[in-house]
């Protein structure tokens, strides 16, 4: 498995396992098998309310902690610095882990929610440079930040912001956002990668999924990658899981890529982080 180096100088997997909705018996199994295909990187939050399902497949498939990366999130109203403490603390006892590699705000607080967003958000990163400290997370970041957003964390912080998860997908992968977030050496991730399927019936991506004898999923995760992205895609599907985990031997031309970052607007899940809890229409 390819690797990303983090600001912080840790490793991470350049191919996450989504686990947005799994259950307990498939999301077990979908893990398990994710596992013997070659994922390290497991990605779940608090408010997925399955971080029991994801620590219980991990555990079920035998490899070794230290070889595994995981990934969860502080949900947007539990913000602040005890609540903070206390969500990953109960986090940590779901998984039945002692420490998480990476943990990130899940949503950032607005001013449409917040008297003081600002504060808000650097008292909850205050408390997890703390727990990064005391050990019980390896490496901490953000996700759905804008630029703004970051722009005030930055003022505060002892500790950059290793990585910004954010939506990227084909039709819509925030360009302005992206090319700041490498200009500050913070490393995004992608979820909802594959637009939530809205990819599939695209005629270019499939006209290039055929060229390379891939599919569109497989075009669309290289795609993420060459832009120095880490995909998270989730399936429970094997066929799927394993699909996805196969795109590190061919590479998109320069004009592919531009190509598919031309492509119309497709897949937005109509989700802003400015604007929650409101949102506008999905694609």
Known sequence: MKTFTLNDGHTIPALGFGTYKATEAEGIAAIRFAVERGYRLFDTAAKYGNEEVVGAGLRKSGIPRKELYITTKVWREELGYAETKQALDKSLMRLQMDYVDLYLIHWPANERNYTNWQKTNAETWKAMEELRQEGKIRSIGVSNFFRSHLDALLETTTIKPAVNQIEFHPGYWQPELTVYCKEQDILVEAWSPLARGRVFNNAYLQQLAAKYNK????????????????PIPKSNTEERIAENMDIFDFALTDEEVTAINQLPQMGFSGELPDIWPERLPAD
């Open 215 to 230: 599919s569109v999923s497989q075009v669309c995760l290289r795609w993420a990658l060459q832009h120095q992205v880490i």
